[in-house]
């Protein structure tokens, strides 16, 4: 359902926004967390709602990242795969263009870490990464506005 | 062609077979001219770059007659140099100077400078070198036209791809006139073996790769050689290849030609010479030691064969140039073969970019080594990861009553596209935000009481202000504030 709602929220928001779009990803963000919240506050527990909003977070990260980043398409690959779909679409990506070589286990590390990292060479693997981290610490710090922030009118309430 | 015959037969100070990649119909000629010119004279490079200047400038040029007029200075030149040189046929070198002043536009300068210089250069062999003077760090040429010179050798490096406009201008010092030339000029010659690289690669525009390669490396040694030779201050050589190293950048050639280039010149270049190119082709001290070393032999010996063993600095030159995309330029003492090229744009891009991490990892400042770096960079970015989660839970069971004040948002939201006007009052559109959200979560938290009647107070407290927020909430505006004050407290 949300899954619905970040495309929805993605192409009305139109244009590759650069990386730095921090109101558009709160948008999508918050647009995200109200519809998790509806689809099931109250029947579902909380780990449910909270593994729904991780994967909001996520999305909305990369739809706000653009298609124009590796680690963004395949983060949302991942995010939308997920629901087990079983027809894989004949016009596959290639996944492995360059199978690595793997002998560097902080390489391989990084890898599994950054989405998407399994295919790139190593110099797309450091800009992706950076990229990536660029856009988690903007993640975590909207997350953390919002969480202070619905604390915050919690304890003054 | 003639050009690259040139140059190549002038790097191989003692090798007399032309190098067997000669493209050039009059390689031959070239070749054998310059077998004549530079490898009978047991000068330093004072004798090449002569022999080198003679052929260059006693070409008769007639494929070339834009130059006409600088030739026929060059000419009477040439035959001051002939005669010092002991040179002969000059025919084949006047080709080749023809040609290689045809690709520069005007390499040459004021033609009155030439015949000034053509007089200078009768104070013989001696006076044609630079040499260094110790106390002033610059060359002292002792013809009184120091610019001609200057512009000769510019143009001959430029023929062979020696120099370049670029490199005196790197060296030029801002000392006395008379020197300054000259010590450009020197700067350019004793420097030769790694401005050579690097000026080769300017000018590779001009010559095939092969010229530029087999020019480059053979052509620089043997400047490499007779210019070390002269020089007395090896500090001032030494700065100057200090300079060279520090001006040199990389250039980045289309890797099987490089691969060929080199492979075809290696062969051809004395094998000794390549020998020891690979060897001290490694630091600059290295070079500048075994330059020191070569000058104090070259001195006494005056070889073709010490030439070549000064042209192992060759190897630090890269190869042509030309085409495409990135150029880079191989630093001297390093290796010109392509992969080796190629491999340091790689790691050059990858050390660009683990700064660029370095500088989103908080606290990677102080550490250096990319193992270490990377360990802090995945570190960080697991942390990162695990606080998405923790937030996430933490979200699911703090704020079920978001669901309201989301969906306003949102819709709002598309109105502005970006457009953030000034939270105002922040805290009473927090608390007016909140509270409505509140509503909902009496009925959908069934966590604490506590929380819920927390809701309840804040929601009557704000009750007033919550009416108007409501209010406003259908403007674009207050749903700015409101998305606003979420927006500049994470953007802070």
Request: some cysteine; overall charge positive; hydrophobic content about 30%.
């Amino acid at each position: 359902m949300y899954r619905r709602s970040f495309k929805d929220t993605k192409s009305s928001l139109g244009s590759p926004n650069p990386n730095f779009s921090k109101p558009m990803v709160a948008l999508r963000f918050l647009r995200a967390l109200s519809l998790v919240r509806c689809s099931g506050p109250g029947a579902r527990s909380p780990s449910y709602r909270a593994r729904g909003i991780r994967r909001a977070a996520y999305a909305c990260m990369a739809a706000s990242a653009g298609p124009r980043r590796a680690w963004s398409r395949a983060l949302l690959r991942k995010i939308r795969r997920r629901p087990g779909r079983g027809l894989r679409r004949p016009r596959a990506v290639i996944r492995r263009r360059r199978p690595v070589g793997g002998g560097d286990p902080l390489e391989v590390a990084l890898r599994r870490l950054v989405p998407g990292g399994g295919c790139m060479e190593y110099c797309r693997l450091l800009e992706e990464a950076a990229d990536y981290v660029k856009c988690l610490a903007m993640q975590v710090r909207l997350m953390q506005t919002i969480v202070d922030s619905a604390s915050h009118v919690n304890s003054i309430d | 062609m003639e050009k690259e015959t040139f140059w190549s037969s002038n790097g191989h100070s003692g090798d007399v077979q032309p190098p067997p990649a000669m493209r050039s119909g009059s390689s031959k000629q070239s070749a054998r001219c310059f077998h004549n010119l530079i490898w009978k004279q047991p000068l330093t490079h004072d004798a090449d770059l002569e022999s080198a200047l003679s052929s260059l400038v006693s070409s008769p040029a007639p494929s070339h007659p834009m130059l006409s007029s600088d030739r026929a200075v060059i000419g009477e030149l040439i035959g001051r140099m002939e005669t010092i040189c002991n040179s002969d046929e000059m025919s084949t070198g006047s080709q080749c100077h023809s040609a290689k002043n045809s690709c520069y536009s005007s390499p040459l300068n004021s033609p009155p400078r030439l015949n000034l210089s053509a007089v200078d250069h009768r104070h013989g062999r001696g006076g044609l070198p630079v040499l260094l003077n110790p106390d002033t760090g610059a060359l002292c040429m002792p013809f009184s036209d120091d610019q001609w010179f200057a512009d000769r050798t510019a143009s001959l490096s430029r023929c062979g791809g020696m120099f370049s406009p670029d490199f005196e201008g790197k060296f030029r010092l801002p000392e006395t006139p008379v020197q300054l030339p000259g010590a450009s000029s020197s700067k350019s010659l004793t420097g030769c073996r790694t401005g050579g690289a690097q000026l080769e690669m300017e000018t590779r525009s001009q010559f095939g790769r092969l010229l530029t390669l087999q020019g480059a490396e053979v052509g620089d040694g043997q400047e490499e050689s007779s210019t070390s030779d002269r020089v007395t201050a090896e500090a001032t050589s030494l700065n100057l290849r200090g300079i060279s190293d520090s001006n040199s950048k990389k250039r980045k050639l289309p890797a099987k030609d490089k691969g060929k280039e080199s492979a075809t010149n290696l062969p051809n270049m004395a094998e000794n010479s390549d020998a020891k190119r690979c060897k001290l082709g490694k630091t600059n001290d290295a070079v500048e030691n075994s330059g020191a070393a070569e000058e104090a032999t070259t001195k006494t010996e005056q070889n073709g064969d010490t030439g070549q063993t000064s042209s192992k600095d060759n190897d630090s030159k890269p190869p042509e140039p030309p085409k495409d995309y990135i150029h880079v330029r191989a630093r001297r003492g390093q290796a010109t073969d392509a992969h080796s090229l190629a491999e340091r744009v790689r790691r050059e891009k990858i050390s660009k970019r683990m700064k660029f991490l370095q500088d989103l990892v908080p606290g990677c400042n102080k550490v250096t080594g990319k193992a270490v770096m990377l360990d802090e960079i995945i570190n960080y970015v697991q942390s990162l990861q695990q606080q998405v989660e923790f937030l996430s839970m933490k979200l699911a069971t703090l704020n079920p009553q978001f669901e309201n004040m989301e969906n306003l948002l949102p819709k709002e939201k598309y109105q502005v596209s970006g457009a953030m006007p000034g939270p105002l009052y922040p805290s009473e559109m927090a608390i007016a935000a909140y509270p409505c959200a509140d509503l909902e979560a009496q009925f959908l938290n069934p966590q604490t009481q506590t929380m819920q009647l927390a809701a309840m107070d804040g929601l009557a407290d704000a009750t007033p202000q919550l009416a108007e927020f409501w209010e406003g909430l259908q403007t674009a505006a207050q749903i700015n504030f409101g998305h606003d004050h979420l927006c500049g407290k994470y953007m802070e």
